[in-house]
């Protein structure tokens, strides 16, 4: 097998030198059979053109939009999409080409209209290898190598084998580390070590022209900083060397039940100030928090209902969560978070201390605590569990106008009075699903990278209203809601960042997402590492190679 492959790779970079002298002969023309289009090149093994394929490659989580793609090259190593963009290069109408992990955008950002989406995590396994032997842990060196399709849940399990963990996470661990590295990375220990992007030593990246570059912050640091945050625009991450710190084994889960925002916001605001000490700074190793208002399986499958048994075991707690939410006008808030201990992290009798601590000094309401005692892999992987149940419930796979965005802290509170207790309360029918909203340390986010965030104040928040579309009629209210939410914020002066983002066209990339200076930035990176505007045109940032 890996001789056979070997074999075909070779055939193709003979074949593209070829390629590369008649490419105006070889134009690229979607309407003509794919395979055929291919066959010279000598990929034609490692590319499927069938409706199966195809279809699969031309939806994601969102299932909001379908962006049908041509073919999917499975490829063996590496090597395999450096030639394929090296094709696509060569001519003077390069197709798309866009790497997709486990499909988990939710507006076609991963997409490659009429062109190849390469499926990620065929590396290594068509070489005769595993998905395994593409993470390689250093013990001495305190980093993992871990392949850009390799899942987040396996580099844990993978580092925890020797003792070891890395310490940004995301809140989903069945994501790839490329996935993750291309937006940011996000979860409750962002405000003490910075997103992912931040937690990362040394990438292997394959440029829009197909060169293979080691970068780091010492090494084609241009190239590095491009690639982190940069949507799959500047190439396909697939090598991360990502550092790692002694594993706590234990964590104590808290959630804590809040009437309003602004003790929720001050209560979090205070955990994560870990520059300024006061009697709550950084007592919580992961900290985030809820909007509650839909008490149903869709919206509590990223944490239990404050009014299920597995929050709390009192007889008569739904009635009194109930009530409680009467009372405070139909909306609560949880704060949620983490503290580690069992390892390095201290033990039984330090955490004890620390919970003493915040049960005393935070403001949630009184009697509505839980506290349970999980391993630091069940809490790390929670939201897996909400994962299963919904899919056996058959409302996983449905869509998801999703909505992310970022928030100067001094406007989270109108945020929320506009949002949370306005236009989310209003006409809203059937399931909603989870809301988040936590606060981040800006002075954690490296602003060379291509990421954007609010750099106004020290202190930024996100909000994720994760929303399913379960019944007829849903999708479509649920992006007018959308719409009104951007049009609100837009309409008080808040001056909000997308994550995850959509817009859809390039001027609303450059006027609303990224401002003049930090487009003129990306634009010239474009330039450099992708010309032709072969990677990532699901994202609408650039459709047509720059002039």
């Not at 509650?292 to 007889?315: T, Y």
């Not at 009629?473 to 649920?478: I, P, Q, S, T, Y």
Request: aromatic share 8%.
């Amino acid at each position: 097998m890996i001789m056979a492959a070997l074999f075909v790779l070779g055939c193709f970079l003979q074949t593209v030198q070829t390629a590369r002298a008649d490419a105006d002969a070889l134009a690229w023309t979607p309407a003509s059979p794919f395979r055929d289009e291919l066959r010279d090149l000598g990929v034609a093994a490692l590319i499927r053109d069938d409706a199966e394929a195809t279809a699969l490659a031309s939806t994601d989580f969102g299932n909001v939009t379908v962006a049908l793609a041509a073919a999917v090259l499975y490829p063996s190593c590496p090597a395999d999409i450096a030639a394929l963009l090296r094709a696509s290069c060569a001519r003077s109408f390069p197709f798309p080409v866009s790497a997709r992990g486990r499909g988990h955008s939710v507006r076609g950002q991963a997409a490659a209209p009429d062109g190849v989406v390469v499926d990620m995590p065929s590396l290594g396994r068509l070489g005769g290898g595993s998905t395994a032997s593409r993470l390689s842990v250093s013990v001495e060196g305190q980093y993992i190598d871990a392949g850009g399709e390799q899942l987040w849940v396996d580099v844990l399990h993978a580092a925890l084998a020797h003792g070891l963990t890395p310490r940004s996470w995301t809140d989903y661990l069945h994501l790839t580390v490329g996935g993750t590295l291309s937006n940011a990375g996000i979860s409750g220990q962002a405000f003490r070590y910075g997103p992912q992007i931040s937690n990362v030593q040394e990438l292997d990246v394959i440029t829009g022209l197909g060169e293979m570059v080691t970068c780091s912050k010492e090494r084609n640091s241009d190239l590095f900083d491009a690639v982190l945050g940069g949507l799959g625009q500047f190439g396909v991450i697939t090598r991360a060397r990502i550092p790692l710190v002694p594993a706590p084994t234990r964590a104590r889960w808290v959630r804590l039940l809040y009437t309003g925002a602004a003790a929720l916001t001050g209560d979090q605001e205070q955990l994560i100030d870990v520059e300024r000490a006061n009697a709550l700074s950084g007592l919580m190793d992961y900290v985030e928090g809820t909007v509650l208002a839909d008490k149903g399986l869709i919206g509590s499958w990223r944490s239990p209902s404050p009014s299920s048994s597995s929050f709390c075991s009192e007889p008569d707690a739904a009635a009194r969560v109930a009530k409680l939410t009467e009372e405070a006008g139909g909306v609560l808030y949880c704060l949620e978070g983490a503290l580690y201990y069992g390892g390095t992290a201290g033990g039984e009798p330090d955490v004890e201390k620390r919970l003493e601590t915040l049960l005393r000094e935070l403001r949630y309401e009184r009697g509505f605590a839980s506290v349970h005692d999980v391993s630091y892999v069940e809490f790390l992987d929670r939201v897996r569990d909400g994962e299963l149940k919904l899919r056996a419930a058959g409302q996983w796979d449905v869509p998801h106008p999703w909505l992310n965005l970022f928030l100067p802290r001094s406007r989270v509170l109108d945020f929320a009075a506009g949002v949370f207790h306005g236009i989310l309360r209003r006409g809203t029918t059937g399931a909603m699903g989870p809301v988040l909203v936590y606060p981040m340390n800006r002075n954690r986010w490296d602003g060379d990278m291509s990421a954007v965030f609010p750099e106004e104040e020290e202190v930024f928040y996100t909000v994720g209203i994760l929303r399913s579309a379960v019944s007829d009629g849903d999708l479509a209210r649920l992006v007018k809601q959308n719409d009104e939410i951007l049009r609100f914020c837009e309409e008080a002066g808040i001056r909000c960042v997308q994550y995850l983002s959509y817009y859809a066209d390039q001027a609303g990339w450059e006027k609303k997402h990224f401002g003049p200076a930090k487009w003129a930035r990306f634009v010239e990176r474009k330039r450099k590492y992708d010309p032709k505007a072969i990677l990532s045109r699901g994202q609408r940032i650039f459709t047509s190679p720059l002039a």
